[in-house]
């Protein structure tokens, strides 16, 4: 069974850090790019960051440039999400997702349960 | 970056058939996938592609484009088919992921 499950969100002080992980399972990992995407409550998804099956090519969504690091690690079939100086606006679910097609199509299949990163005071 | 505009709210007849629209320039280079939300849950793929299905999501959903308006289309609407729809595709840059604002849909 291909399965994507997140860890590390949770409550942290305006600028401070916090680091999520997501575990595949199920399918051959170095084989895909993988993306992260968020969702703040009662709101709709916003796509944050990807990367190519190597760790050779990165994007970000303009919000996070800067703050946001994705990486991963093929050997350990583990996805990333490094994020500093966080703002109130970040509070959102992390989802991680299979980043599918290339060229003229994307898709993502499947989507973790997701984890939920709270920025309060 | 660019964006893509979905009707909030729709709503459809137990039975009937609904189509959802999702509207941006980036869908004139790139073909749109279509996921469905339901309450507490994780986004779910439903259509990817010119016009195709994962394994496992009814042959009632279907996806059609025209210029840059994409349509996820459900023939038959079922109650377990009211949820959030999100449309996405790529940016106009190509490297980049847009997504829809979504349209939560009522099964009358």
């Known amino acids: 069974e291909v399965q994507l499950v997140e860890s590390g969100g949770g409550l942290v002080q305006p600028g401070g850090s916090l680091r999520l992980s997501c575990a595949a399972s199920g399918f051959t990992f170095s084989s895909y790019w993988m993306s992260w995407v968020r969702q703040a409550p009662g709101k709709g998804l916003e796509w944050v960051a990807n990367?190519?099956?190597?760790?050779?090519?990165?994007y970000y969504v303009d919000s996070v440039k800067g703050r946001f690091t994705i990486s991963r690690d093929n050997a350990k079939n583990s996805l990333y999400l490094q994020m500093n100086s966080l703002r109130a606006e970040d509070t959102a679910v992390y989802y991680c997702a299979r980043d599918g097609g290339r060229g003229f199509i994307n898709w993502f299949d499947p989507w973790g349960q997701g984890t939920l990163v709270t920025v309060s005071s | 970056s660019s964006e893509l505009t979905q009707d909030p709210a729709v709503s459809v007849a137990l039975g009937q058939t609904v189509r959802i629209t999702c509207q941006g320039d980036?869908?004139?280079?790139?073909?749109a996938s279509w996921y469905q939300q339901k309450p507490g849950q994780a986004p779910v793929l439903v259509i990817y592609?010119?016009?195709n299905r994962p394994s496992g999501i009814p042959d009632r959903f279907s996806g059609s484009s025209s210029g840059n308006t994409a349509s996820l289309t459900i023939t038959g609407a079922q109650a377990e088919d009211e949820a959030d729809y999100y449309c996405n595709s790529r940016d106009s840059s190509g490297n980049s992921v847009v997504f829809g604002g979504g349209t939560k849909l009522t099964v009358l």
């Open positions: 980036s869908l004139r280079s790139y073909y």
């Open positions: 592609g010119k016009n």
């Open positions: 990367i190519k099956q190597d760790g050779s090519e990165k």
